[in-house]
């Protein structure tokens, strides 16, 4: 099985700052790896698949690196209401899929 | 409005079973692989099963294999989730996913509002 991991597991940031969120896979994985922007009591919402296509509506301050096992998730400009915890998901073993544990970008 | 909407989860003592439902609308159910994911609370995302637009194909988490039942109707554009002998360990907020394709990558790009399970006695 495809296990997934993400650092840090929390940060604390302030608005305006530029945050960067890693991602790495058991084994390689090539680029299916999707990242996922939850709020406290909502559904995640799709921010990037392919490791770097950006999904429709989503704001150009996110982009999504990376390769093999190592994957980043920037914000180039941290906005309020980017406050929230973000998954990485491998699909490389598809219909077998694979969430990391997610990392929660807070209000310093 | 494309958007899925979940139902049946509750109170279950452990041993117990319950029947989720996800009803689709705005898209067209038929042709759309869908999901079952699920979140502990306090926990991070896990996936726990998958269905094919036809049905052929099933897949299953480790955790839930022999004891969840994925199945849908497209008749009724519903997804199902049958979950017998429930463990403590599977109070989770439920959520339905649907998986869109691009490329060749998959994604989860709309997802229910979860419907919560807990189990205990």
């Known amino acids: 099985d495809i296990q997934m991991t993400q650092s840090p597991s929390s940060l604390s940031a302030s608005v305006g700052d530029r945050v960067t969120i890693t991602c790495r896979a058991s084994q390689s994985i090539s680029s299916y790896l999707n990242w996922y922007q939850q709020k406290p009591g909502k559904a995640p919402k799709l921010l990037i698949y392919a490791a770097s296509s950006l999904e429709s509506g989503v704001p150009s301050r996110f982009s999504g690196s990376g390769s093999g096992t190592d994957f980043t998730l920037t914000i180039s400009s941290l906005r309020p209401e980017d406050f929230a915890t973000y998954s990485c998901?491998?699909?490389?073993?598809?219909?077998?899929?694979?969430f990391g544990p997610g990392t929660k970008v807070e209000i310093k | 409005e494309v958007q899925l909407v979940e139902s049946g989860g509750g109170l279950v003592q452990p041993g117990g079973s319950l029947r989720l439902s996800c009803e689709a609308s705005?898209?067209?159910?038929?042709?759309?692989?869908m999901n079952w994911v699920r979140q502990a609370p306090g926990k991070g995302l896990e996936w726990v099963s998958y269905?094919?637009?036809?049905?052929?194909?099933?897949y299953y988490a480790d955790s839930v294999k022999g004891r969840f039942t994925i199945s849908r109707d497209n008749a009724k554009n519903s997804l199902y989730l049958q979950m017998n002998s429930l463990r403590a360990e599977d109070s989770a907020v439920y959520y339905c996913a649907r998986v869109i394709i691009r490329g060749n990558h998959d994604a989860f790009d709309i997802w229910g509002q979860g419907t919560t399970v807990t189990v205990s006695s």
């Open positions: 705005g898209f067209t159910f038929t042709i759309y692989n």
């Open positions: 998901q491998q699909t490389y073993s598809s219909p077998l899929f694979t």
């Open positions: 269905i094919g637009s036809s049905s052929s194909t099933i």
